[in-house]
């Protein structure tokens, strides 16, 4: 028996660092950016897809995708941002699918929590998809501050994060919120809190 989890969080709130800290706790772990750069990696659909909407331009001499000439495509306005993931969270999603259902059968006779990492989650439909949504959440200024430190202009990440979902959305979506605007100890504090809650909802499921 699995209970589905997907953790979500805008940009630079801290999303993978909880992912990892949830994994050292014991839950099962996957990363829809890892799904994303499998499916854009030639010859699989989604780097098809891409190349039939955007054309050859948004490619690499390798062939490989230029995904920092295609965000600069798709941050540039909310159509653009709808068109790339009318594209791809379908194919997404379907791998999001076939890889719990891998993690169902293993864990067969057996308690696991499987948590999705994805910063879409609640936008592609996930509260249907998951029994339970966590939330990162930082202060608009802390994420802010970190996207720029991650390398990112003041304008593009200021941009980035005017497209996303926002905070008070996301926060309304949430079964439980991970304050991510404190040092590392803070972030593991309020990860193991969230993650007894997420064991109790297992068991309560199980006696179910």
Known sequence: MILRVGLTGGIASGKSTIARMLGALGCRTIDADAIVASLYRPGN????ALVRVYGSDILLPNGEVDRPKLATIAFAGAPEAARLNSLIHPLVIDEEARLMKAEEIRAEGEKRIVVVESALLVESGGRARYEKI???????????????????SHEEAARRIARQMSRDERLRAADYVIDNNGDRQHAQSETRRVYEQLCGDLESKAGK
């Open 45 to 48: 659909r989604g780097h098809e």
């Open 134 to 152: 966590v939330v990162v959440d930082v202060a608009p200024d802390v994420q802010l501050a970190r996207a720029v430190a991650r390398g990112l």
